[in-house]
């Protein structure tokens, strides 16, 4: 059972270029979700899909950060312009809700460096 | 109202020992409670979680105490291994907002050997 997949898993560039972090979820989840970790800010949620639609996306920092979710097993962050200021891991995570509890599986994250 | 407050920033404890970090959350509209493992390079994996409804929860040698009128919930972790060296991440979630998770800020518990 293969988990929440993230590409790439280290990334460095250079100031001014374009990020695209991608991310497959795990089949049959229907919520997504991009988180941005870092030493100062911890976990934050940058924003969140339901079925593939954006539900709340006010943790996105500015304009440069916009995300898709085109069908229901990928979806992508993109950065542009990146600055270092943007270095962080980015998890991406799904979840199922049931009535168990809503457990969200994280990715292993992409790590950005932005120079 | 969306917070939720974790404390200490880091622990350090000898093995056999008793590790305990608390959370404490504003929102009463909170109704479930999770508890996050991350190791170096790994993404955050659920460990163990719990509903307003019980003030108790062990799974092994983990255990997660609850106090609903205080709005505080605890992860006691008995016997620590050099294992368990990782950063623990209390949550907290209401079921009408779907999945969206309110996070800690962490704890870095190193277990000395």
């Known amino acids: 059972d293969a988990g929440v997949i993230q590409s790439p898993r280290h990334e460095v560039t250079e100031m001014g270029q374009e990020v695209t972090l991608r991310c497959k979820p795990i089949s049959g989840h229907n919520s997504l979700f991009w988180y941005r970790q870092t030493m100062m800010r911890g976990l934050e949620l940058l924003i969140y899909?339901?079925?593939?639609?954006?539900?709340?996306d006010s943790g996105m920092p500015e304009d440069r950060f916009s995300a898709k979710m085109p069908n229901a097993s990928f979806s992508t962050l993109k950065i542009q312009p990146s600055e270092p200021r943007d270095s962080a891991v980015y998890f991406c995570?799904?979840?199922?809700?049931?009535?168990?509890?809503?457990?969200?599986?994280f990715g292993e994250g992409s790590w950005l460096t932005v120079v | 109202q969306q917070q939720v407050k974790q404390s200490p920033q880091s622990l350090i404890v000898q093995k056999g020992g008793i590790s305990i970090i608390n959370c404490a959350y504003e929102n009463t509209a909170f109704d479930y409670f999770p508890w996050y493992q991350q190791f170096p390079g790994k993404g955050p994996a659920l460990l163990i979680a719990?509903?307003?409804?019980?003030s108790e929860k062990k799974e092994g040698r983990f255990t997660i105490s609850f106090n609903k009128s205080a709005k505080q919930f605890s992860l006691h972790i008995m016997d620590s291994q050099p294992g368990d060296s990782a950063t623990y991440f209390c949550a907290a979630t209401e079921e009408t907002s779907g999945s969206r998770l309110t996070f800690g800020e962490g704890t870095q518990l190193t277990v000395n050997p």
């Open positions: 995570a799904s979840s199922y809700r049931s009535y168990s509890g809503n457990t969200i599986y």
């Open positions: 899909f339901n079925n593939n639609v954006p539900i709340d």
């Open positions: 719990i509903r307003p409804d019980v």
